[in-house]
């Protein structure tokens, strides 16, 4: 009888079913022995802890010899901007939007470019669209696209203010962010009109069964913004990330 070795799997408070949902989709034959609020315990057959780097929710694993490895490390990622998505949050924003391989992304907040690379990378999107009010965080994105290897027909990074972005075609499937929380980075007072121009740029450049994901904060402010009248606005998960518990959103068009 093999026997199997222990393994700990890590992750962002909040985030366990999709932590679960990679685990047995990559590995079905693991035995699950415990899900916590932070932590899943898995058996497996196979003895090597670099068997699991391919899992990119979760943020560590351990082995029963107590070696760590780091799951949310990417190695393309070399430029940094404050306040930047966790990769393994990244990736969960991805699986909620449930890419296809003809989908087309656009990130208006990319920071450091962490979203577009992860849907481009992990889940073969056909080509993602990324701005950001700052010009550092798109030359911080374009420097993290170089490193990730990305093919320079696969996207398109520019600097806009959300108000100002010049995309007028209806052929955005899927809007992905990480929203300005008006926290550590911010204020609430400006984000009123971000937010609002965020849904005139939504209505205009969405396909008509498109979608937004989006991580905030600023959860009644999303709400108040897109109206009971046009969207249907859906919270699918609270996540605990360095004490703030953002929300992610589903946000569809009404009847859609």
Request: net charge positive; aromatic share 8%; with cysteine.
């Amino acid at each position: 009888m093999t026997e199997l070795s222990t393994y700990k799997l890590y992750f962002l408070q909040g985030t366990g079913d999709f932590i679960l949902k990679e685990l047995l989709e990559k590995f079905p034959d693991v035995e699950v022995e415990s899900k916590g609020r932070k932590k899943i315990l898995f058996r497996s057959k196979d003895k090597d802890i670099n068997t699991f780097r391919n899992l990119y929710s979760p943020v560590q694993i351990e082995n029963e010899n107590g070696t760590v490895l780091n799951l949310s490390r990417r190695e393309w990622r070399k430029a940094y901007v404050p306040a930047g998505i966790n990769p393994s949050l990244a990736y969960i924003l991805c699986m909620v939007a449930d890419l296809s391989e003809e989908d087309i992304v656009y990130d208006p907040f990319c920071g450091a470019g962490v979203i577009p690379i992860t849907a481009l990378k992990y889940f073969n999107v056909k080509r993602v669209i990324c701005s950001d009010i700052s010009g550092k965080a798109i030359e911080k994105s374009e420097i993290n696209f170089n490193t990730a290897g990305i093919n320079k027909g696969k996207y398109r990074s520019f600097r806009s203010d959300i108000k100002d972005v010049a995309l007028n075609k209806k052929n955005v499937e899927k809007i992905i962010s990480n929203l300005p929380f008006g926290i550590r980075v911010g204020k609430h007072s400006n984000n009123i009109e971000i937010y609002k121009s965020l849904e005139v740029s939504a209505n205009r450049l969405l396909r008509t069964r498109g979608k937004l994901v989006l991580l905030t904060q600023e959860k009644k402010l999303l709400r108040e913004v897109f109206s009971k009248e046009n969207w249907n606005v859906k919270s699918v998960l609270r996540v605990d990330e360095g004490g703030l518990l953002p929300e992610v959103f589903v946000i569809k068009r009404q009847n859609k």
